[in-house]
Structures are given as structure tokens and as C-alpha cells.
């Protein structure tokens, strides 16, 4: 079993501090009588913020997308206190997908490809089973295409992401920043992402991890259990 091996994250408790509460503060609270459109979008940025500060701290783990997650959300904040429109929400909102989509591309080129970190991992893959396989069969130069493909598709998949972040927040962003009406806009939008961009991109995402086992097979033979890591290999 690996040592150091990290506590699983709280999925319930994230989905309520990243997007349960933010939505509800932004859409409810940021009204005149309550909180003000100020507060209201402070308070909204602090859970998320104060969530990813914990379970950095708890985990003692994070990657290069959870480290742009957790600035896109100060910038949301910075921002929505700059009274910044619509174009430019759009804007960071298509831009920090794209960020990744490049990064994962450019790190092919560096010891540690993004690629390997967020699907050809010792939490997913048993690494060491197939690359002992791999060097046994002289087969490297095939894992190093196969993570080449991998890593355009990965890409491609933040690209549409970017491309609809870009249209939603254009389409639901239309009242004056600062107000609680640009609040509830921001509150709606961030509840939208799930349904709108987050889905679709998981299933991209399902598609690409299912032809990185379908490529390891082809060029390992080893089994689809062979391959991932299980409680019981572990």
C-alpha cells in the first residue's frame, strides 16, 4: 500500500461549500435588506475559498487544476468588487479553462506531464505493474504516443469548456455589476455550471480516461483489472 496515503475528499461537503451555499448566499441573501450586493458576493467567494484552505490543510494535496479553481474563484471575488461586467466574467471564465488545456499540452515536454497526474495515477492506474510490463516489452516509445493522444483529447475537452463558459456567462450576465441582480445572475450561472459545463465535460473526460485503458491494454496486454488499481492490490 502506499505510505502518506491521503484522506478521500468529502464530496457532500464540497458540493455544499463550492456550490450549495455560494448559490444560495448570491441569489437570497445579496438583496438590500439582507447582506447587500457587497457582503453578499464576499461571503458567497469565502466558502469556497476557506474550503479549498482546509482541505489543502487536511489532505496536504492539490494539483495544478484545483490551484487555478482556487485563484479563478479570488478573481471572481476581485472581480465582482472591481464592478467589472459581463464581458469580463465571460472572459476569465473562458480563460481559465484554456489555461489548462495549453499547460496540459506544454507539459508533455517537462518530467511530469499533466496527463499522468490526473488519469495515469498510482490512485487509478498500478503504475508500477504496467510500466514493468512496458520496459519487459520494450514498449515506452507506445505509452509515450498513447499519453501524446491522451493529452490532445484531455485539451480539447477544456477547450469546449472554455467555450461554454464563455457563452453561458455572456448569456446570464446582463445586469449592472455590483447590484443584486448581477449577484443572483452570478448565483444562477454558478448553479448552471453543473448541469451546462460540468456534465458534459465529465463525460468527455470518461470517454478519454476509457481510451487510456483501452491503449494500455493494446500495448501491455494486461487485463482492465491488471490495469487499475484496486482496495485489494493495494
Known amino acids: 500500500m502506499p505510505e502518506n496515503t491521503a484522506p478521500r475528499e468529502n464530496l457532500l461537503v464540497n458540493l455544499i461549500c463550492n456550490i450549495a451555499v455560494p448559490t444560495y448566499v448570491l441569489t437570497s ?3 438590500e435588506e439582507h447582506l447587500g ?18 482541505d489543502f490543510m487536511r489532505r496536504r494535496r492539490t494539483n495544478f487544476i484545483s490551484i487555478i ?16 461586467g459581463g464581458l469580463g466574467f465571460a472572459i476569465k471564465e473562458a480563460v481559465m479553462p484554456t489555461l489548462i488545456g ?11 506531464p499533466l496527463v499522468k497526474e490526473l488519469l495515469y495515477n498510482e490512485q487509478v492506474i498500478d503504475v508500477a505493474r504496467v510500466n514493468a510490463v512496458l520496459v519487459e516489452q520494450g514498449r515506452q516509445r507506445d505509452l509515450d504516443r498513447l499519453m501524446l493522444q491522451i493529452s490532445l483529447w484531455l485539451g480539447s475537452s477544456f477547450v469546449l469548456s472554455a467555450g461554454l463558459n464563455f457563452s453561458l456567462a455572456k448569456y446570464l450576465l446582463k445586469g449592472a455589476p455590483g447590484t443584486p441582480e448581477f449577484n ?35 500495448i501491455t496486454g494486461l487485463s482492465t483489472d491488471a490495469i487499475l488499481r484496486t482496495e485489494e492490490k493495494s
Open 37 to 54: 450586493p457587497l457582503w453578499g458576493l464576499v461571503l458567497a467567494i469565502l466558502f469556497p475559498v476557506s474550503y479549498g484552505v482546509y
Open 69 to 84: 479553481g482556487f485563484f479563478s474563484v479570488l478573481l471572481t471575488g476581485v472581480l465582482g468588487l472591481l464592478h467589472v
Open 184 to 218: 443572483a445572475q452570478l448565483g444562477r450561472m454558478h448553479l448552471l455550471v453543473w448541469p451546462v459545463i460540468v456534465v458534459p465535460c465529465m463525460i468527455v473526460m470518461m470517454g478519454v480516461f476509457w481510451r487510456l485503458i483501452t491503449g494500455l491494454k493494446q
Open 29 to 31: 441573501l445579496s438583496k
Open 102 to 112: 495549453i499547460a496540459i499540452l506544454v507539459s508533455l515536454r517537462t518530467k511530469k
